[in-house]
């Protein structure tokens, strides 16, 4: 019995690990200047908790960029990107044909899913003005390019 069991778990855990996918959140600068990108995250659950990057930034050249997946994002180190920890925000400077990966989520199924943006404010700024989103619109107004893949084209 405890054989079984044993074998049943290790099989259950095989099976979520095979199913699991992540799926890219990608600012793409096509105009021909440098754009400024900041988000901001939105305040820990746990009162006091501090903050912590969910993830390093990210990036790539534009047209390396794939649809399905596989990229290899080149993170950026602490010198390339300002981090205001009090108020929660990152700024990054990308240059024209970059792609910079705002976050990752896992599983993601869609603009209807439940999944939450950990983001209260994404902003983009350059020559052609400024794109600024708040709430679940910092989800949502990626557009879906491939189920590993949404982007913001600037």
Not at 70 to 90: A, F, H, I, K, T
Not at 135 to 141: A, D, P, Q
Request: aromatic share 12%; hydrophobic share 35%.
């Amino acid at each position: 019995m405890r054989r079984a069991s044993l074998f049943l778990l290790l099989l259950f855990s095989l099976a979520l690990a095979g199913c699991s996918y992540s799926t890219s959140f990608v600012v793409v600068n096509e105009s021909k200047q440098p754009v400024e990108i900041s988000y901001k995250y939105k305040s820990p659950t746990v009162e006091g908790a501090p903050f912590e990057l969910y993830e390093l930034p990210a990036r790539i050249a534009a047209d390396l960029l794939e649809s399905k997946g596989g990229n290899e994002w080149q993170e950026l180190g602490p010198s390339d990107y300002e981090l205001d920890r009090v108020n929660r925000v990152v700024r990054v400077r990308i240059m024209p044909r970059e792609a910079f990966r705002i976050y990752r989520f896992t599983n993601y199924r869609g603009h209807e899913d439940t999944h939450s943006s950990p983001f209260e404010e994404i902003s983009i700024r350059g020559e052609n003005g400024e794109l600024k989103y708040t709430g679940e619109k910092t989800r949502t107004s990626f557009s879906e390019v491939s189920m590993s893949l949404y982007t913001l084209i600037y």
